[in-house]
Structure formats: C-alpha cells, structure tokens
C-alpha cells in the first residue's frame, strides 16, 4: 500500500473493478488508504464517495456486493484493477455493468450459469436433466456432437458447422461440472502448453 502513488489525486486512486470470471468491466470508483484497506480486510469492495466524503462498500444497501478476488495496480501505482464476483447486478440500472456495452467472455459466463444448474437444479432446465442422467449419459453427448461438428466440416456449409461447434462446447461444459471442473482448469491446462513443442513439432 504504501508503494502506491497516493499523492497524485488528492490521495485518491481510479478502481477498475472486472468481473473474475467474465473479465466484463464492471464500474469505476475511487479508493484511499483507508477504502483499500477495508476492502483487502472484508474481502467486499470499498470505495471513497468523493460526492459523500465517506467511504461505501459496494452493495451496502442493495445487497449487491462485490466480493474481492484480487487487486493489481498499474505500472506507475496510481491505477487499480480489481478483480470480484458479483453478486447481482453492479449498476443502479439493474445491469451486470455500468458500461451497457463492455465486453465479456460470453463462454465463461455460460460457464457459470452451468455451474449454477448443476448447484440448484431448476426444474425444465435442458441442462437439469443432462445432469440428472448423468456422466456417462452427458459423455455419450458430447462425443454424439464431436462426431457431427467433425462432419459439418467437412460436408456441410458455415452455418452448419457453428452450429454443431456451438452444441459441442456447450455439453463439454456440462460433462467438464459433471467431473467437478470447469472451463477455467481446460483453460489453463492451455496456457501451460502456450509456446511448447507439441509432439515434436514447432510451437502452436
């Protein structure tokens, strides 16, 4: 805390908070010394209302908190990023983001709402019943759509294709929660062969 460049706005630094597991932009606040603080020591985000002259924990009133996963300041140390899981809409407008158009990781966020059927299993959820029928039943779905994504290359048009890609990444989803993983451990199994020979051959 004390590297950071608190001196260049008044004691204030500009928070970046980003969805964890989306990395959509969420909002944009203000901290101080004692906002930081309480935010690393509750683990909600917190902020220095320059309008109030006090500080606010994101959700106070709403409920609609901000749990902090990580923080990383900039290179010169007077930017924050801040990395949570929200837990409901960020803005005052009912969105997921005051930035009505910020992009996201549409994969991870349905990533997450799998993980949310596989928790509380809604009833006449298409995904509801591949989980109730099990691993061996939702690996048999997924090797049915690798087989008609590998045709659709190869006999059929673009649309075609996408369309079965879409169904295959969908059900492995699904079958990666029924083994108790997620998009994020395929992801980084990739990361770690990123710039590796691949069987001898050049780096991908």
């Known amino acids: 805390m004390d590297g950071l460049s608190w001196d260049k706005q008044d004691g204030l630094l500009p928070a970046i908070v980003q969805d964890a597991a989306t990395l959509r932009v969420l909002m ?6 004692e906002a930081l603080a309480q935010t690393l020591a509750s683990g909600h985000v917190t902020f220095y209302s320059r309008s109030r002259q006090r500080l606010w924990t994101k959700g106070e009133t709403s409920g609609n908190v901000l ?25 005052h407008l009912g969105r997921d983001s005051c930035f009505e158009h910020a992009p996201d990781d549409f994969l991870a966020e349905l990533d997450g709402l799998v993980a949310r059927r596989e928790r509380e299993r809604p009833a006449g959820s298409y995904t509801t019943r591949l989980f109730e029928q099990g ?34 990444l969908y059900h492995l989803l699904v079958l990666l929660r029924a083994r108790g993983l997620s998009l994020d451990d395929a992801v980084a199994v990739l990361k770690s062969r ?3 020979p691949h069987r001898g051959s050049e780096p991908a």
């Open 67 to 91: 749990q902090l996963l990580a923080i990383e300041a900039d290179c010169d140390g007077d930017t924050l990023l801040v990395q949570a899981r929200p837990q409901g809409p960020t803005c």
């Open 28 to 33: 944009l606040g203000y901290m101080n010394r």
């Open 194 to 196: 990123h710039g590796q």
């Open 135 to 168: 691993r061996r039943s939702i690996a048999q779905k997924v090797g049915e759509e690798g087989v008609e994504t590998a045709l659709a290359g190869v006999i059929e048009d673009d649309a075609a294709l996408c369309g079965e890609a879409a169904d295959l």
